[in-house]
């Protein structure tokens, strides 16, 4: 595609219930990255995959955390029994594995 | 560990003047990069410009400049002719060209307004 895709861009969740994040990186980029921005904060890394390796979780806040991109392509966040702390804005972002990365709109997650 | 500071929160600027916002960043690296994101409403980050550390020549790309002082740790931003659609977060951020492909580190942002 033109640009990095994410969906959904909004999911409300009711705590306890587990979600699912997708990303859809520019075809070809073999990085990928998640970020999460909390309400009036910069987005705070993740996790980081080159192709379907992810080379990086330091950045996962919990063990209910988990990220995956099987195919080196699509990848998903899945967050497990989800709690009010994981309210935030997901930002994922993929580039050719140089400088420049390029960001997506975001999945904003409420959990009520 | 890499830490990037913005001091201003919030700024207002009237349209067409100049402003300038302040990134302030400490590492103990040589080999970096300095970025300077504009998040609007739409939440998507998108590149303003790009400073590379060893490059003493400070960036420009069209209304947008920075003034990188190495030794001091700063890379502030310049806009010009501020425009109305230049109302945005604006966001510091660092990466690491020191091992492989890191992470960008972000600073808090800075939220810009642009007054008709």
């Known amino acids: 595609g033109a640009g990095v895709s994410q969906s959904p861009r909004y999911k409300v969740a009711k705590r306890g219930q587990d979600v699912a994040l997708r990303c859809d990186p520019i075809s070809g980029h073999v990085s990928l990255f998640w970020y999460q921005q909390a309400l009036g904060q910069g987005p705070e890394f993740l996790t980081y995959?080159?192709?379907?390796?992810?080379?990086?979780k330091s950045g996962l806040p919990s063990d209910r955390f988990f990220a995956e991109r099987p195919e080196g392509s699509v990848s998903t966040l899945k967050i497990q029994r989800t709690q009010q702390e994981d309210s935030a804005v997901y930002l994922c972002a993929s580039s050719l594995g140089g400088l420049v990365a390029f960001f997506g709109q975001g999945t904003r997650l409420t959990v009520v | 560990a890499q830490t990037v500071t913005q001091s201003q929160p919030e700024m207002s600027v009237q349209e067409a003047e100049t402003v300038t916002l302040s990134c302030t960043y400490d590492?103990?690296?040589?080999?970096?990069?300095l970025f300077w994101y504009k998040q609007p409403p739409s939440r998507q980050m998108i590149l303003v410009i790009r400073?590379?550390?060893?490059?003493?020549q400070n960036a420009t790309e069209n209304r947008f400049s920075v003034n990188f002082q190495k030794a001091a740790k700063s890379f502030s931003l310049k806009i010009s002719d501020s425009q109305l659609g230049d109302t945005a977060m604006y966001f510091c951020?660092?990466?690491?060209?020191?091992?492989?492909?890191?992470?960008?580190?972000f600073g808090k942002g800075t939220r810009l307004s642009v007054i008709a």
């Open positions: 951020a660092f990466i690491s060209r020191n091992s492989g492909n890191t992470p960008l580190v």
């Open positions: 590492t103990s690296e040589n080999n970096y990069y």
């Open positions: 400073q590379e550390a060893y490059k003493q």
């Open positions: 995959f080159q192709n379907e390796a992810q080379l990086d």
